[in-house]
């Protein structure tokens, strides 16, 4: 099984030599609606070479699902406009006609939905929604494609794979169904794989499980992957570098393993406080940051993060800070006063003794304890 002549011949004046298999810079995606423009992705920019994986992390409503969408161009509508660029193997993504995208979905590029109900049709048996869709992109006949989907079944670790075939989705479990939509998504085998918050509502073991299936996938296929999720714990040793996202913007980039030891921006530092010190704490959602993220029609002159950061100054509400690096050139961060400078210690000294609220949380979390992460 391989992917067709089809999308060899879209991507055919592509450069697959040097470039990175997915380059996408100053993303910007907003709908329109009666209340105004909601900027959902404001300005995105990052690479991913084959066989490496991303995490995109961030609260609900940060901009990681409008941006995964974006990239495939499954964000549908006439309300919609997405601009900047999205390269994939050297093809510019957001100028291809619906037809060229049909033939790169699912043969070069998938995506694992956020819901796996909604991504299944419920009226229609599993064995036929797993195979129609190997028969369109690979062209094989339909003992072929159930043989294969038998396969795939087997593959993501689903017992009684011949009989499951025959179920309808309701008769499956949350994991089922999510393994369902990961074999899916990997049926016609894809360079790269979107997997939008492949996890959730699952329990802890059943996470476990899909992660560890997701990553071994990767790892075989040489698929490069990109990671979306609410939960920092997720990405924590299973994503060769992270993306944070606020409000739309990334707010930090780095390797992972230098996130997790050495994070610079006040809303990573927000999200790693927020994973609770126990032992299922790499599994829980993000809920304790103080205030809430900002109203993506108006956001915040300056800073996005400036309402809810405990070091806000006068300078984050006039003056947007840009993705710079820092330390070693690959990490990058947007903030006046990084975490663990002496500005931003004095910053917060000054707002402690002017009572600002966001800063109870903060020295509780300091009062509590160390809040640095670790990678597990
Ligand atoms: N079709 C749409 N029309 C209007 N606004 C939208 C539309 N789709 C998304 N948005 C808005 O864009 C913003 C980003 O949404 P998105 O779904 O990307 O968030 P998210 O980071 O994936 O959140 P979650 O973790 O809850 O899935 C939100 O404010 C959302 O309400
Ligand atoms: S210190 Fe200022 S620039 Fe940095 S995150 Fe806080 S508000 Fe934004
Ligand atoms: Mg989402």
Known sequence: MNTTVVSDAVVADA????SPLLVVEDLHTSFSIPRGE?????????????GKTLGVVGESGSGKTVLARSIMRLNLGNNVTTTGSAKFRGLSILDQPPKSMRQLWGNEMAMVFQDPMTALNPLVKIGRQVTEHVRHHLGISKKEARSL?????NEVR????????????????????QRICIAIALACEPTLLFADEPTTALDVTVQHQILNLLNREQE??????????????????RTDETMVMYAGNVVEKTS??????????????????????????SH??????????PDLIDPPTGCSFSPRCPYVQPKCREEKPPLIPVNDGS????????????????????????????????????AGGSSEGSES
Not at 38 to 50: D, N
Not at 160 to 175: C, F, I, K, T, W
Not at 256 to 279: G, V
């Open 220 to 237: 075989t296929r040489d698929m490069a992957m990109v990671l979306v999720t609410h939960d920092l714990g997720v990405v924590a040793g």
């Open 149 to 153: 989907a038998v396969d795939l079944l």
């Open 284 to 293: 829980t959602r993000l809920t304790a940051i103080a205030g809430r993220p």
């Open 15 to 18: 450069n697959t030599s040097a």
């Open 331 to 366: 990490h990058l961060s947007s903030c006046w006063f990084p975490v663990g400078t002496e500005e931003n210690k004095a910053a917060f000294r000054k707002n402690v003794a002017e009572g600002l609220p966001q800063t109870l949380v903060v020295e509780e979390a300091l």
């Open 256 to 281: 992972t393993h230098e996130l997790f030891n050495n994070m610079q921006h006040p809303y990573t530092e927000a999200l790693f406080r927020s994973i609770p010190k126990t032992s299922e704490r």
């Open 38 to 50: 909601v900027k959902a992705v404001r300005g995105v920019s990052f690479e991913l070479e084959q």
């Open 158 to 177: 689903i017992p009684e794979p011949e009989s499951r075939l025959d179920s309808y989705p309701h008769e499956l479990s949350g994991g089922m169904r």
